[in-house]
């Protein structure tokens, strides 16, 4: 299996892999209590930034099981504006989860659709997936906004299945299959 990952550019981002010079920009977002409301994810400091990105190194974004998180950077000005995360399947590996962050001062400007559709492009014309989605708490407006503009269907909405933060959260399953994206970038040509 291979490491390597060949950059993805849009017209306005380009989806990296992460550098270990990004860790403090990364913490920056990451430790901001609105990005971290929803997420498990909630580093302590740079330096667990760094390591995280230190292991990504050993993977690929098509290795079972972890998490590979790509950078998204800005073409104009070469800012790295958020990080997006692709974790396939160890049960099933042509089937993968996305997840998504974008910093604050950016948001709500179609970055995250952008970023996400070009990730939802690879992972089924480049790396061959049936199915992928995401995982997301109902209250999170925006990310369930998000998967829905990028053409997810909603397909499950589980009632207080996940104990996070100290409390019993809903899932929400967003997907999309293999030939539905198809569809839509025939439906877009
Ligand atoms: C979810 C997130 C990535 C969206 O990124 P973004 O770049 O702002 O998204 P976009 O600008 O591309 O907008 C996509 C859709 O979401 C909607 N949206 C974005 N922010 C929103 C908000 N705060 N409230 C309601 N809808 C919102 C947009 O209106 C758009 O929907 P539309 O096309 O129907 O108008 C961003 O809010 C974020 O990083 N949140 C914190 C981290 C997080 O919870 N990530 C999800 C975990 S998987």
Redesign the pocket.
């Known amino acids: 299996m291979s490491n390597s990952f060949d950059p993805i550019v849009t017209g306005r981002l380009t989806l990296r892999r992460l550098e270990s010079g990004d860790s403090e920009k990364v913490f920056g977002y990451r430790s901001m209590p609105?990005?971290t409301?929803?997420?498990s994810w909630e580093p302590e400091s740079a330096a667990e930034i760094s390591c995280f990105i230190e292991g990504l190194k050993a993977i690929g974004p098509d290795t079972p099981g972890e998490w590979y998180q790509l950078g998204i950077v800005l073409n104009e000005t070469g800012e790295l504006t958020?990080d997006c995360g692709i974790r396939v399947s160890s049960a099933d590996p042509s089937q993968a989860e996305?997840?998504?962050?974008?910093?604050?001062p950016?948001?709500?400007?179609?970055?995250?659709?952008?970023a996400l559709t070009a990730v939802l492009d690879v992972l089924f014309a480049r790396l061959g997936k049936h199915r992928v989605y995401?995982?997301?708490d109902p209250r999170?407006?925006?990310?369930l906004?998000?998967l829905?503009?990028v053409g997810m269907r909603q397909e499950a909405h589980f009632v207080e299945s996940l104990r996070f933060k100290g409390e019993w959260a809903d899932d929400v399953i967003c997907a999309m299959l293999r030939r539905e994206w198809s569809e839509r970038k025939g439906a877009r040509r």
């Open positions: 609105e990005v409301r929803y997420q958020g996305v997840g998504i962050t974008v910093s604050p950016f948001q709500r400007r179609g970055l995250g659709a952008e995401g995982s997301v999170n407006t925006a990310s906004a998000l829905r503009r």
